[in-house]
């Protein structure tokens, strides 16, 4: 079974440019959730989609960052236009609703930001 | 709000030696616990995970954790180290009572470094 992965996996753009980074789940999860991590800082949470529909977005730092997943499979973050902060990796986890009070997350690789 | 503390942000030892990483955390609410580890290139993998039950939690390679409540600490042991353990280790926690679909909190990441 395929795991969760991210495209690209490196992206260097220029200061307000737009990017756009994708992220497909494990086929199932109706989970899906978008963190970052800032150079030597910790990886924080952005976002949380239950299959089409965020559940919590309270981590996006503002509104030049927009998350869908139309169909509830793949999602992207958009980021438009980027500054020099938003550099960082950034990851992607999915997660399937078991009925407990626990459902494991499992993690791509990141798609590494870089904004010059 | 939750937050978690890896005050070593490196950790060079020699392989076979024994080693510990450190995680201490602070929450208002009872907790999940967790470390990942990110080898080189890859994602982020659970290691081990502490949801309830017996303090001393085993993962895999070889690792395991211990909570202690009163010291709101997660430290990550292993008795003889390799090569291959030679990755950045993240301790996190979640909030179990928000449900199955639980944000994690990080900590900034501990790089273990083994050496020969």
């Known amino acids: 079974e395929a795991g969760v992965t991210q495209f690209p996996s490196h992206s260097v753009i220029e200061k307000g440019q737009t990017v756009t980074l994708r992220c497909d789940p494990i086929s199932g999860h109706d989970n899906l959730y978008w963190y970052r991590r800032v150079m030597g800082k910790e990886i924080k949470f952005l976002l949380h989609?239950?299959?089409?529909?965020?559940?919590?977005e309270s981590g996006m730092p503002n509104n030049r960052f927009l998350a869908e997943r139309t169909g509830g499979t793949y999602s992207t973050l958009k980021v438009q236009p980027a500054e020099l902060e938003d550099s960082g990796v950034y990851f992607c986890?999915?997660?399937?609703?078991?009925?407990?009070?626990?459902?494991?997350?499992?993690f791509g690789p990141g798609t590494r930001l870089t904004v010059t | 709000a939750q937050s978690v503390t890896q005050l070593d942000s490196q950790v060079p030892v020699f392989e076979e030696a024994p080693v510990e990483l450190r995680c201490n955390y602070s929450?208002?609410?009872?907790?999940?616990l967790f470390w990942y580890v990110q080898y080189p290139n890859q994602g982020l993998q659970l290691l081990l995970k502490?949801?309830?039950?017996?303090?001393l939690v085993k993962g895999i390679n070889g690792f395991e954790a211990e909570f202690n409540k009163s010291q709101t600490s997660f430290h990550l042991r292993k008795p003889s180290v390799h090569i291959s353990d030679t990755a950045e280790y993240f301790c996190a926690v979640s909030d179990y009572l928000t449900g199955g679909g639980n944000k994690l909190t990080f900590g900034t990441g501990t790089q273990l470094k083994v050496e020969l």
């Open positions: 929450s208002s609410v009872s907790v999940y």
């Open positions: 502490y949801l309830s039950g017996s303090t």
């Open positions: 989609f239950v299959k089409e529909s965020k559940q919590d």
């Open positions: 986890a999915s997660s399937q609703d078991t009925g407990g009070t626990y459902y494991e997350q499992y």
